[in-house]
């Protein structure tokens, strides 16, 4: 459905975003992922027509973005971070004006309003000022402003600001729905909230491509392990990560699971001691720091 194929960006001379490449099929809903500042933006931005791309194509169900724009936007719903929704329309006269803009018919605007407002659960506020609604309506308005035209792919950026937890599990319940038909990209910063709702990521870092798979994928990219090391300034002289002071005597830190007998080792050679060594618990959080702390240490 959406073919990134070898996508790059740059500003005078910085490369914002460096040959990148992803597909998002019919089926995945896919986590896009990255600090402020790695390129995830502008991707976002390249990926829906916003920003032109420096070199590298960008295709949805096979129309190329660049050479026949208009068809490939038709196919795209997009909710920015942040959208701004003219507060001084109700949220029906906004979905009009959306689906006259895809060139929806009037005979079928009315029918996929009240569809949308339904499954996005806005039917209750379709005409209250949007400038009165809470943060949480008017994100669900922007999602079926995305939506009205019933788009073949869909761009979501922080999509699930604003919402309480009854509502994240309702909009996470929406998405596994509409991706039967709707490939769907999905970028956050809440990384407990994507693992609940994605089953693939993209992790991207200074405009790298640094992990690209299924989330239980991550998993087996490097299994660590937690240890206890006494006394503390033995960890220093280890080079291990996530050194967490317990008392005066001891800390945990993590380390390569493949290296566990050196560490022992070198522990020992160095008058020390160690307890507790375990499979450190996978998140997708720790991956995520753990695959971004990788690549910055190694630039």
């Known amino acids: 459905m959406l073919q990134v194929l070898n996508i790059s960006k740059s500003f005078g001379s910085t490369k914002a975003v460096k040959q990148l490449e992803l597909n998002v099929r019919v089926g995945q809903i896919h986590g896009l992922l990255g600090p402020n500042g790695a390129g995830k933006s502008t991707t976002i931005r390249m990926i829906c027509g916003v920003l032109a791309t420096t070199s590298g194509r960008v295709k ?6 660049a050479t026949n724009p208009s068809a490939a936007k038709r196919l795209l719903g997009y909710v ?15 979905l009009r004006y959306t689906a006259s803009m895809f060139g929806i018919h009037k005979k079928e605007r009315d029918k996929l309003i009240s569809y949308w407002a339904d499954r996005c659960d ?12 809470s943060r949480g309506y008017r994100q669900r308005v922007s999602l079926a402003s995305a939506l009205v035209h019933n788009p073949k792919l869909l761009v979501l950026d922080e999509p699930s600001s604003g919402f309480d937890p009854a509502q ?15 490939a769907i990209i999905y970028s956050s910063h809440h990384l407990p909230e994507v693992e609940a709702t994605c089953d693939s990521v993209s ?25 206890e090391v006494s006394p503390p300034s033995i960890a220093e002289q280890l080079n291990v990560s996530g050194i967490t002071k317990i008392d005066s005597n001891w800390v945990r830190c993590s380390i390569d699971a493949t290296e566990s007998e050196t560490v022992a080792s070198k522990v020992s050679s160095l008058d020390g001691n160690i307890r507790l060594i375990q ?6 959080e720790s991956n995520y720091l753990r695959i971004i702390s990788e690549s910055e240490g190694a630039s």
């Open 122 to 133: 806005i039917s209750d506020v379709l005409f209250k000022p949007i400038g009165n609604l």
């Open 279 to 284: 499979p450190e618990a996978e998140t997708l």
């Open 80 to 94: 920015p971070e942040g959208a701004p929704l003219p507060v001084e329309l109700v949220p029906n006269e906004y």
């Open 203 to 227: 992790i991207i870092n200074q405009g790298k491509l640094l992990f690209d798979g299924e989330l239980k994928a991550l998993s087996s990219v490097k299994p660590s392990l937690v240890v």
């Open 60 to 65: 949805i169900d096979g129309v190329d973005l």
């Open 168 to 182: 994240n599990a309702k909009f996470r319940s929406l998405l596994n729905e509409l991706s039967e038909t709707t």
